[in-house]
């Protein structure tokens, strides 16, 4: 028999525990002479009673595991910690809060069955998104695709089947500043595809407010391409050109031409155009290379991703 790990990363889901429990029960009931069911929830430092209630579930069914962070570390933390203590021959990575529909599973291992070692839950509509949400992702995606050196498929989400070796290789993977689904793209492998309508959260909010998705969606531009590096090196070498063609126009036109326009410039002006424009550029390159410098800082210094304060492996 084929043992399949449920990942499921939650913080403060103490109410959606007991129901993401009776759902995936009811899912495998039909094929349990063909699947051993292996839940292990991570716990992401959740303030109210998340943990006690994974812990009852594990005192009746040995199947249910368990990691508990010593703190609020973020989901691609807590995803990765999933990741590194599966022990499935695949693992289907599923949100805490039911929104990803658990029914949709057999279809997961079904195109696993067939050959695929990665199968991704495209999101067609989430209910429960706003517009601000459902533009900024677009305009993420838009960005993304263009400078990373991999495809990003839009509404593509965490909810997805990894056979053993994509979870094998992912494992290898060291960088801190990560983003679950783009490492997932960036290895490759065979795919397929299953395309869904998000449920409503039950119980509970969001836990990725604007500023934490800002913060990965700038994670994801840095880890994942140079290109906002070579950028602060083309627009120093534009604006460079343009004022020095500037610069040069009001000096010839001034000096030598006397073109009226040029003429009407100070010296002082002049001055101040150039240094508008020297001192935005070097602004922007300080800024650009800190953002790469500190990626590199954190990886220098080798720190954990994660501390569990104690699991049940």
């Known amino acids: 028999m084929k043992k399949i790990s449920i990942v499921i990363p939650v913080y403060n889901e103490e109410k959606n525990i007991p129901l993401i429990y009776a759902e995936l029960q009811k899912v495998f009931a039909g094929c349990a002479n063909e699947y051993i069911l292996d839940i292990l929830f991570v716990n992401d430092g959740s ?174 531009f840095v880890s994942l391409s140079l290109f906002p590096l070579q950028l602060a090196g083309n627009l120093g070498i534009v604006i460079t050109l343009i004022s020095g063609l500037a610069g040069s126009y009001i000096l010839l036109g001034k000096y030598f031409f006397h073109t009226p326009f040029a003429s009407t410039f100070s010296d002082s002006e002049n001055l101040a155009i150039l240094l508008v424009f020297l001192v935005g550029i070097i602004l922007i390159s300080i800024g650009l290379l800190a953002l790469y410098i500190a990626n590199i800082h954190k990886e220098v210094i080798n720190r954990p991703m994660y501390i569990v304060r104690k699991k049940k492996i």
């Open 47 to 220: 303030s109210d009673n998340t943990i006690g209630e994974i812990e009852k579930l594990g005192q009746i069914n040995q199947n249910v595991r368990c990691i508990d962070f010593s703190r609020n570390f973020g989901k691609e933390v807590a995803t990765t910690a999933g990741l590194n203590e599966c022990q499935g021959d695949a693992c289907i990575m599923l949100d805490g809060d039911l929104q990803h529909p658990v029914e949709l599973i057999p279809d997961f291992i079904a195109k696993w069955e067939k050959g695929a070692e990665v199968v991704v839950g495209i999101r067609n509509e989430n209910k429960s998104s706003g517009m601000f949400k459902k533009i900024g992702s677009a305009i993420f995606y838009k960005i993304i695709n263009r400078i990373a050196e991999i495809e990003i498929i839009p509404n593509a989400t965490d909810y997805r089947l990894l056979d053993r070796v994509v979870i094998d290789e992912f494992n290898r993977f060291t960088e801190t500043n990560r983003m679950t689904r783009a490492l997932v793209d960036w290895l490759g492998f065979r795919r397929a595809y299953i395309y869904f309508d998000a449920n409503e959260r039950i119980h509970g909010n969001a836990s990725y407010n604007f500023w934490k998705l800002f913060k990965l969606a700038i994670n994801s």
